[in-house]
């Protein structure tokens, strides 16, 4: 599944929507459309049926409770409404919230932080990470042990793929009484998540990281945390995100999360296969690649590769026509900024220079992959040979 001729190899960036999905969310805006807010017909009964049984598919996906759920557009939406709509409630009782993040969290999560820890409405502590983006569990018992308001951290990392143990740091929260929110839109989907037994508070997720569309995304949240509202208007969905529901959108989430829960653990361990395979074939060519992040904890789909000596934008603007990977997140990857997870990974400038993000989806083919393959090599051969003669 592919744009023309070029090889979709992104899928940590957006995943293709499910055919299966898209069917649904044709239905939705075409033969079985309506606003499930009026309450005056049929139409808006089946609106309203359908909006809860999306919400029941992806309670089944992740253990939560239908009532939990809140329909955004995306994860950052999402994660906006959790940290801002937290501190928001913490103002209104005059204290200075104490939040923690990992270093290496999505930009949504970081420039939100930064954001309100500059308008000085937040005590901000960053806990760091090693060389494969690893936490460590201690520092992270250590701040919960001195009280904290909010603690944000991911499940799976969006560059590199570490995965990280969400049920014990969501136990470590649990212990402290400290409300945890987790990013899981990179998790979801790819590997088993347990809102209601992993101490987990609030969880943001997003549909076209898991072959539904885009624009649509779910925040969960125990009904016991307090949030205040960060957009005001027609008091839907508890008063906390209103605004006409997108119908299409919810239902192609609930969709695609109900094919993820029957076919998940096959097809992410297919996709692990054909990784691992590129990865060989790879290194085998062209033996000074390093592989970055945990490789015994990463996303099955994440191929992440730095290049020492080769510039990636080098490598990008010789195979952007036939390949479609990237150098670094979807939202930062058109910035000259270093990638902020490689440097908080204390990676040296020529490892951060040479990084490319592959990433692998249930769509991908065997062939597409030799023939991936086969494109990279060719290029960072004649790469490394130019530039040896310069």
């Known amino acids: 599944m592919g744009l023309c001729s070029v090889i979709y190899l992104d899928y940590h960036a957006t995943t293709p929507v499910d055919p299966r999905v898209a069917e649904k969310v044709?239905?939705?805006?075409?033969?079985?459309?309506?606003n499930g807010s009026s309450m005056d017909h049929l139409v808006g009964d089946r609106s309203r049926e359908a909006v809860e049984q999306a919400k029941q598919q992806i309670a089944d996906l992740i253990n939560c409770q239908p009532k939990e759920i809140i329909f955004t557009s995306g994860a950052t939406e999402s994660i906006n409404l959790t940290i801002q709509g937290t501190i928001l409630h913490h103002e209104k009782q005059g204290k200075l919230p104490r939040i923690a993040i990992s270093a290496v969290e999505h930009?949504?999560?970081?420039?939100?932080?930064?954001?309100?820890?500059?308008?000085?409405?937040?005590e901000l502590i960053t806990l760091p990470v090693d060389r494969d983006a690893n936490l460590d569990l201690n520092t992270v018992e250590n701040i919960c042990r001195n009280g904290l308001d909010l603690l944000c951290i991911m499940a799976a990392n969006n560059e590199v793929g570490t995965i990280y143990p969400i049920e014990l740091i969501g136990a470590i929260a649990k212990q402290y009484s400290v409300?945890?929110?987790?990013?899981?839109?990179?998790?979801?989907?790819?590997?088993?998540?347990?809102f209601a037994d992993w101490g987990i508070t609030l969880l943001a997720m997003s549909g076209h990281k898991l072959y539904a569309p885009q624009g649509i995304g779910a925040l969960i949240r125990k009904t016991d945390h307090p949030l205040e509202l960060i957009l005001f208007g027609g008091g839907q969905q508890q008063g906390l995100r209103p605004g006409t529901l997108n119908l299409p959108g919810i239902v192609g989430l609930g969709e695609a999360c109900h094919l993820r829960r029957l076919e998940m653990e096959a097809?992410?361990?297919?996709?692990?296969a054909k990784r691992?395979?590129?990865?060989?074939?790879?290194i085998q060519a062209i033996p000074e690649i390093v592989v970055n992040g945990n490789q015994h904890q990463r996303l099955a789909g994440n191929l992440h590769l730095?290049?020492?000596?080769?510039?990636?934008?080098t490598i990008i603007a010789r195979i952007r026509q036939q390949l479609a990977i990237s150098t670094g997140s979807a939202?930062?990857?058109?910035?000259?900024?270093?990638s902020h997870v490689l440097r908080a990974m204390n990676l040296s400038n020529d490892f951060i220079d040479g990084a490319?993000?592959?990433?692998?989806?249930?769509?991908?083919?065997?062939q597409e992959i030799d023939k991936a393959a086969e494109i990279l090599i060719e290029v960072i051969k004649t790469t490394q040979t130019m530039l040896a003669m310069a």
């Open 26 to 34: 044709m239905a939705a805006m075409t033969t079985q459309f309506g």
């Open 107 to 122: 930009k949504a999560v970081l420039d939100t932080c930064h954001y309100l820890e500059q308008q000085r409405r937040i």
């Open 179 to 194: 409300p945890f929110f987790c990013d899981a839109s990179q998790a979801v989907g790819k590997i088993p998540m347990n």
């Open 267 to 272: 097809d992410e361990k297919a996709i692990a």
């Open 276 to 282: 691992d395979y590129l990865q060989t074939q790879l």
């Open 306 to 313: 730095s290049l020492p000596g080769i510039p990636n934008s």
């Open 331 to 338: 939202c930062s990857s058109g910035t000259v900024t270093p």
């Open 356 to 366: 490319l993000r592959l990433g692998l989806g249930k769509f991908t083919t065997k």
